[in-house]
């Protein structure tokens, strides 16, 4: 299978059904860190729910719907990114992201969305491309902000999570903007 290089030991890989444990096992490490954001480090518990997991995407990206990746960095699996949603009849897209405390502060988010979102834009023709985030969690924002995302709005009490409702913070990134703003770096 593929990989892409984001840096120096680090790479962007598909995340597959058969990789479940090697999926576990990183959630795991990633659980306190990014479990007040991210819900498959709850519902991802053991070996059957990591495949489950795992097979939601392959199936999604069969379908077109969505896909799934994974961030190595010297081997270990630290992170990711995914299309959570990918929908070509509005050519719309919402991207989101995680990593586990080990792989923070290296720039590794922002490499592989920026990877996603010219795939996206450039080979799909994605118009749009939203990253939803708690109004709670601060370096989400911050890494939408850095890709180049505009604050769209805040959708209300509409995510109720561990005994929460966020705040929904909408962020948006157009074609056009993405595209000037690749050519200006």
Known sequence: MFAISLAEGAELRPLEPWQAQEFLEHVERAREYAGP????TETVKDLD???RHLQIFADKQAADTGRFYGIWLDGTLVGG???RIFDTSVDGCEIGVWLEPSAAGRGLV????RVLIDWAVDQRG?????????SLNDRSKAAAKRLGF????????SFPWQGIRHDMEVW?????????ARDAR
């Not at 954001?37 to 498959?40: A, L």
């Not at 922002?110 to 969305?113: E, I, P």
């Not at 994605?126 to 708690?134: A, D, F, K, Q, T």
Request: charged share 25%; proline share 5%; no cysteine.
């Open 150 to 157: 505009t604050k769209d709005g805040v959708l209300r009490e």
């Open 126 to 134: 994605m118009h749009r491309v939203e990253w939803l985030v708690s």
């Open 37 to 40: 954001w991210v819900p498959f």
């Open 81 to 83: 990114v995914l299309f």
């Open 110 to 113: 922002n490499k592989a969305s």
């Open 172 to 180: 948006s990134v157009l074609a056009p903007e993405w595209r000037a």
């Open 49 to 51: 729910s990591a495949r």
